[in-house]
């Protein structure tokens, strides 16, 4: 891993002194990385997210659910500015800080943050390229241009996502030309090429049969020992199995956060009990 | 004992109904019918429009040969040989003309001589070059008489033509006396050139006299007021032993020169596609070479992609992926707006303003180093390509527009979440995922542009000549004529039937040709878009 300070993605590197050392070592407490405090969000007139309040572990997978419309895909979205891209949006109120940065701040670099804070998409989206240069993208946009790194790093990669051995012997065939669970993990190997910390996935496996979702929440377990994953689904058995904080979210508020087992066995909001269980959503 | 079931239809499910008929025909089967016999007649136009087309146009290429076998016959060939030679010689005086206009202008403007003074200094090349183009006037003689000879021949074979003509319309409709009383005449090639070619030894004798005053002449030339000339002199003087050496080249094509040698049937083809000249009414030779015309339309179509591509293109780029809804909202309509305009309007601009514009504009004494600046022709293939540009804009601003629309929005986040610029993913991404739709877009764009008539007639300079290639970039500020322009132009004064009216069926054909590729192309390139995106 390249040593480069945390906070790198902010021009005032401020408060990034705790992190580096907590990342080494073992975490007995985990780690706060992302602190969401506060937030308010509008679409317009309308108001998605009303004074979440919420902090994702580093390290963890941390599952975000709720019925459709509870804002949880975008709070998601708000954690590396990809709601920057729709007009008429703004967070009106609160702070997102990861490492401490607020990555809302006016002097953050928004190219630099989303280096550092990966996105894999409900529906697999891959370029109209090679599956070599699908993964090489995010690499050379950063000036990355050595072959034999560039080799190694798709290697890297695509074993990574689990994929390699698949697609080895066609790397320099089109992207699209896999199936919908392989473009999938394309993606995620194409998020994880560029290093980054945290990787959000908005219901990478809702548009997946059962074995390519078996196969990416597999890939999910073995990428949690180095990355943090935030992850929203619609699936509860999925959230279940693969996270171990788990936040429910409805009409925009945040009603539990606690760890999975709890959410799911020993709820303390009726709401929560209610959607778990079943009974609606 | 138990009762079969009764064979007849229960009452009660009555799923049977009698329709409403029209002549037979239900309203479904109306609709149906309606709207079958629309796609048909589209159908039916486009197959008898290229019908008539060929039809028209391939009679053509008898006629043509028939006009090319003419030409050898009645001796405007073996003329021809003479009139090149009168021709070259004509071009050697214009040099000449032209190396004293450069002297006197330096002696007037440099040297500030008075007029007077300045003409008794160019006294002596004035006197050579009078020597010089009276050298050549017993060729011109002879070629005057040969020329006579030869139009006469012509004349009374298509005199004897329509002769044929009117009696077989007599005998047409019955009238068998009167078409006996036409007296027709069958033209003898063979005595009626006998004089043609009886002329031979007296032109290789003057011939010799011309090549030897000729060679003296070039043996003293005039001394040049100024030295900075004489290259241009000693080319002058190469030029000139080159022209005599021809000689005896051109005697020996005449000598060999046959009446009856056939013109080969694909020469009628040959001399349409390869033709450098488009001559009709002429008093001597029509010829039917589609190249200026095809040459004019092309290079005014590419000035026109030149500067419509760029503009569109990243106009579409703009709109599509970085201006503002507001924005969108205002510089669509804009350019789509455009398209309104007709183009005899803009035609009527091009003359009227932007060609004394251009003009104006090449006139500046700080553009002069741009290629062909400062030109004087107001009427050339930039004003008419600039205004072609104009209509195209909007076809390809559409067309690429939507090609970039189609991209889908998953390909722009997925590149913005790996920390791609706004600008990084247009290029990388959005571009290359709509290449081909934005191919296609520029040739569709040309094939609009290709068949635009209204601006290219006004505005082009409809010069018949393939413009002159050597001087590189500065081509573009020729006036040219163009193969829409040449049809809308001549069609309405043309005889029906005649080879000229089929020669612009043919160019029409050609058109035709030409659009019916482009479009194919874009098509396929459409097609396979399609496919790839998924």
Redesign the interface.
């Known amino acids: 891993m390249t040593t480069r300070p945390p906070s790198a993605f902010a021009r005032s590197s401020a408060l990034s002194a705790n992190s580096p050392a907590s990342r080494l070592s073992p975490a007995v407490t985990p780690e706060v990385l992302v602190a969401i405090d506060h937030v308010d969000f509008f679409y317009g007139a309308t108001q998605a997210l009303n004074d979440i309040c919420l902090q994702v572990e580093a390290k963890r997978v941390t599952a975000f659910i709720g019925p459709s419309g509870c804002g949880k895909s975008t709070l998601l979205r708000c954690l ?1 500015r ?1 709601n920057d ?1 729709i ?1 008429g949006t703004r967070l009106s109120r609160g702070t997102i800080k990861i490492h401490g940065v607020d990555i809302y701040q006016r002097d953050v670099d928004v ?5 550092r804070v ?2 894999v ?1 409900q ?1 697999s ?5 090679s599956i070599y240069e699908n993964i090489t ?2 690499l050379l ?2 000036g990355r241009h050595e072959k034999k790194h560039l080799d190694e790093i798709v290697e890297r990669s695509l074993r990574g996502a689990a994929l390699w051995d698949e697609v080895k012997d066609r790397l320099h065939t ?1 992207g ?1 030309g896999l199936s919908g669970g392989q473009q999938q993990r394309l ?1 995620i190997a ?2 994880i090429a ?1 290093e980054p910390e945290v990787i959000l996935m908005d219901e990478p496996c809702s548009a997946l049969d059962p074995v390519a979702t078996a196969k990416v929440e597999e890939l999910i377990q073995d990428l949690r020992s180095r990355y943090t994953i935030i992850i929203v689904t619609h699936n509860m058995q999925q959230a279940a199995r693969c996270s171990d904080r788990t936040a429910f979210f409805y009409l925009g508020k945040l009603v539990e956060y606690a760890d999975t087992r709890d959410i799911f066995t020993n709820p303390t909001n009726p709401q929560t009990e209610a959607y778990v269980s079943g009974r609606f959503g | 004992m138990i009762e079969s079931p009764s064979a007849l239809p229960n009452p009660n499910f009555a799923v049977q109904k009698r329709r409403l008929r029209f002549l037979g025909l239900t309203i479904d089967d109306t609709i149906r019918a309606f709207f079958g016999g629309n796609a048909f007649v589209a159908v039916v136009v486009l197959a008898l429009i290229t019908f008539f087309l060929f039809r028209e146009g391939i009679g053509f290429f008898v006629q043509n040969r028939f006009n090319v076998e003419l030409y050898r016959q009645a001796g405007l060939e073996y003329v021809d040989h003479i009139r090149r030679q009168a021709d070259d010689h004509a071009a050697l005086s214009r040099y000449l003309s032209d190396l004293r206009l450069r002297q006197f202008s330096i002696l007037t403007e440099r040297e500030k001589r008075s007029l007077a003074d300045t003409n008794t200094a160019l006294a002596p090349f004035d006197t050579f070059a009078e020597q010089f183009s009276a050298s050549a006037d017993p060729l011109r003689a002879l070629l005057s008489d040969l020329t006579e000879q030869a139009t006469a021949l012509k004349t009374k074979f298509v005199v004897t033509e329509d002769r044929k003509e009117e009696r077989r319309q007599l005998l047409a409709v019955g009238k068998l006396a009167e078409a006996a009383a036409v007296e027709i005449v069958a033209v003898d090639f063979a005595r009626e050139l006998q004089p043609l070619i009886a002329m031979l030894p007296t032109y290789q004798t003057a011939n010799r006299d011309f090549a030897r005053t000729l060679a003296e002449l070039i043996e003293r030339p005039p001394a040049l007021v100024q030295v900075e000339l004489a290259s241009r002199l000693a080319t002058f003087q190469r030029f000139t032993r080159d022209y005599v050496a021809g000689f005896p080249a051109i005697e020996r094509a005449m000598a060999a020169w046959d009446y009856r040698q056939p013109v080969p049937v694909w020469h009628a083809l040959t001399s349409f596609i390869f033709g450098r000249q488009w001559l009709t009414a002429s008093f001597w030779q029509d010829w039917y070479g589609i190249l200026p015309l095809l040459v004019g339309s092309l290079l005014v179509s590419l000035v026109a992609l030149f500067l419509a591509v760029p503009l569109a293109v990243g106009a579409a780029i703009y709109v599509n992926q970085i201006a ?2 507001r924005e969108q909202r205002f510089i669509k309509p804009c350019i789509e707006f455009i398209s309104a305009f007709p183009s005899v309007v803009l035609g009527f601009f091009g003359i009227a303003v932007l060609g004394q514009a251009l003009r104006t504009l090449s006139q500046q004494s700080w553009l002069a180093w741009l290629p062909g600046f400062p030109f004087s022709e107001r009427l050339n293939i930039l004003t008419a390509g600039s205004l072609l540009a104009l209509i195209a804009v909007p076809t390809i601003f559409t067309l690429a527009e939507d090609a970039l629309n189609n991209v ?1 929005r ?12 706004r600008l ?1 993913t247009v290029l ?2 959005i571009v ?2 709509s290449l081909s739709g934005i191919i296609s877009a520029v040739l569709l764009g040309l094939g609009r542009v290709i068949g635009e008539t209204m601006v290219v007639l006004l505005c082009a300079g409809n010069r018949i000549a393939i413009p002159d290639f050597t001087q590189g970039v500065a081509v573009l500020v020729e006036p040219v004529h163009t193969m829409t322009g040449i049809i809308a132009q001549e069609m309405g004064e043309v005889v029906r039937g005649s080879v000229h009216y089929r020669a612009l069926f043919v160019v029409g054909l050609v058109l035709f040709l030409l659009s019916l590729a482009i479009n194919y192309v874009a098509q396929g390139i459409v097609r396979r878009y399609r496919i ?3």
Request: contains cysteine.
């Open positions: 590396n990809m891209l007009e190219i630099e943050l989303r280096k990966g996105m998409f529906k989206n891959p370029f109209p390229k993208y995010g946009l950063h089109s699209l993606c194409r998020a560029v | 503002s809804l889908p998953a390909f722009k986040e997925a590149s913005f979440a790996l920390g791609a610029s990084q990388k991404i290359p995922a790839s995106i998924g």
